[in-house]
């Protein structure tokens, strides 16, 4: 419901009509002003219904008379008005063809007013129809906050709000946590060839708003249209933005639908957490008898408490607890949530299959079928950039998982390292078979890192075809693992430094983040790089 020309009229029984016989626009007004003016337009904010009785054009002669109709409708125009309105039968029994013909040239609404209509009963009318509008907007905006209060119960809580945001403003929803690898909750409305794009660069604009400042909210044009985003929080922290490109509601309107969907959508996923929090305990309770050897009370207990079903066999993939916390990334319950975390990618496999996991120490575990292991190896052969420091078991039969798991958390280098072409893995430690253990000291092994002196290491890096292998070391290291801040110390994309630890790791035989590496190199590093800003001349050293 709009206050507009069109519903002036109908409050007025048809008191204002159109003046060629076009329908009357349902443009919105502002305001409703009478002027005599030759140049009205300085007076106006924009907006309004101009009424006028154009005395202005009453003795001008045919010569000028289109003249000064044409700098008074541009006027007008300039000044944004809504509509202009010739009031009949004081100076023209009709609408001059001069004023309507610049009205037209200026793309300015024109309408006439029918003798003996009083020009104060258009202002009621406007009046009028602004009340109802109001009282239009309120009935709706308590029934939108009926509808996101019962959302919340809902089953799927975060994805009924953002659709019931985009329902509500007449365009596109879609809600991205903060949390790296969480999948983001899109409105209906967000589908097609583009969506996957359009995805990508939101969650560019939602870093770029961050960076400003973590609770400011933003508006940027996007996908064709201007998009507005909202950040939700919990506990002071911003855990995720609500972003939305209203099309049939105004700014206002937008910025509270969006305000309360936020705040709710922070309920939603309070709650969410909680329920999940009990959840993890449940799933972590079945890996832990499995570790244990009890495997039948695993099997009854998974039953019981409804966890995910234990796969026979079982691959595990290891992942370093300490990393994935510091880089923000949220742990896969799901083979979806595998894929997204490590490839940031979607499955596309038979569909999304619960994971059972278990934090031991600093190591993940999260325990997959052969269907996840698969599209987990998949994902690896279409991409340059395999997750670094992954590690993944070949399969264990469910029998031997016991034995299997106390190996693999004590030799965790002797997993495939994910993203290299080594086979087995690291030799770091003794090579760990699913049917026999770990191997035997007399087994042939090839020279462990402990083998070859760190300056021996360091001169290896130096030697590689790969250029600043060892600068990229240094700043790793330096940075805690971090690949972002390596990369603004290198002044180098992340992917790149990725694609050079992953290098590094080869050559080691050991990734940057193993401790023993950090406790072997880093001296050497960090001494080097001392005396390269040693000036000529000085000792190093007392």
Avoid: K
């Avoid at 002027?35 to 904010?45: A, C, I, N």
């Amino acid at each position: 419901m709009t206050t507009s020309l069109r519903r002036i009229a109908e409050i007025t029984a048809q008191g204002i009509l159109p003046a060629s016989g076009d329908a009357l626009p349902d443009t919105p007004l502002t305001g409703v002003h009478l002027s005599e003016l030759v140049r009205p337009g300085q007076y106006l904010d924009g907006g309004e219904l101009l009424i006028t009785t154009a005395g202005f054009l009453a003795d001008a002669g045919p010569d000028e008379a289109d003249a000064i109709a044409d700098a008074y409708v541009a006027s007008l125009r300039s000044s944004g008005i809504g509509a202009l309105a010739l009031g009949l039968d004081v100076h023209f029994d009709r609408a001059p063809r001069e004023l309507v013909d610049a009205c037209a040239r200026h793309g300015v609404p024109f309408a006439v007013i029918p003798a003996r209509t009083r020009f104060q009963s258009l202002t009621r009318a406007f009046w009028t129809a602004r009340i109802d509008e109001e009282r239009h907007r309120v009935q709706r905006l308590l029934s939108f906050q009926t509808r996101l209060s019962a959302a919340v119960t809902s089953p799927d809580p975060v994805r009924r709000l953002v659709g019931l945001v985009a329902a509500e403003l007449g365009g596109w929803a879609v809600y991205l946590p903060a949390a790296v690898g969480a999948a983001p909750a899109v409105s209906p409305g967000l589908s097609g060839p583009g969506a996957d794009a359009l995805l990508a660069e939101l969650r560019t604009e939602a870093l770029r708003g961050a960076s400003l400042g973590p609770l400011s909210t933003a508006s940027y044009a996007v996908g064709g249209t201007t998009a507005l985003q909202f950040p939700v929080t919990r506990s002071r922290s911003v855990v995720g933005h609500l972003i939305a490109a209203p099309r049939s509601s105004t700014p206002v309107q937008a910025r509270a639908a969006l305000l309360a969907a936020a705040s709710l959508i922070s309920a939603a996923e309070a709650r969410a957490s909680e329920v999940r929090t009990q959840d993890d305990l449940h799933r972590a309770l079945v890996v832990q008898l499995l570790r244990d050897g009890r495997t039948d009370a695993a099997e009854q207990t998974a039953r019981t408490l409804r966890t995910p079903r234990i796969p026979d066999p079982v691959e595990v993939l290891l992942r370093s607890c300490v990393a994935d916390d510091a880089a923000g990334i949220a742990r896969p319950r799901s083979s979806a949530g595998v894929l997204r975390a490590l490839f940031g990618e979607e499955s596309s496999g038979d569909g999304d299959r619960e994971l059972l996991f278990l934090d031991v120490g600093a190591h993940r575990m999260l325990l997959l079928d052969r269907a996840s292991a698969a599209e987990v190896r998949a994902a690896i052969a279409r991409t340059d950039e395999a997750p670094f420091g992954a590690r993944l078991s070949p399969p264990i039969p469910l029998a031997d998982f016991s034995r299997y798991a106390h190996q693999l958390l004590r030799y965790p280098e002797s997993l495939e390292l994910l993203g290299t072409a080594r086979e087995g893995g690291a030799s770091g430690g003794p090579r760990v078979d699913p049917h026999r253990g770990a191997a035997s000291a007399e087994e042939p092994e090839t020279a462990s890192f402990d083998d070859v002196s760190a300056g021996e290491w360091v001169a290896r890096l130096h030697e590689h075809s790969q250029a600043d292998l060892v600068r990229t070391a240094f700043a790793v290291l330096g940075a805690g693992s971090s690949h972002a801040l390596a990369a603004a110390e290198l002044g180098v994309h992340p992917n790149t430094v990725r694609y050079r630890a992953r290098i590094i790791a080869e050559v080691l035989g050991r990734p940057l983040s193993d401790p023993e590496v950090i406790s072997t190199l880093w001296p050497v590093l960090r001494g080097s790089a001392r005396d390269a800003r040693q000036p000529a001349g000085e000792s190093s050293g007392p």
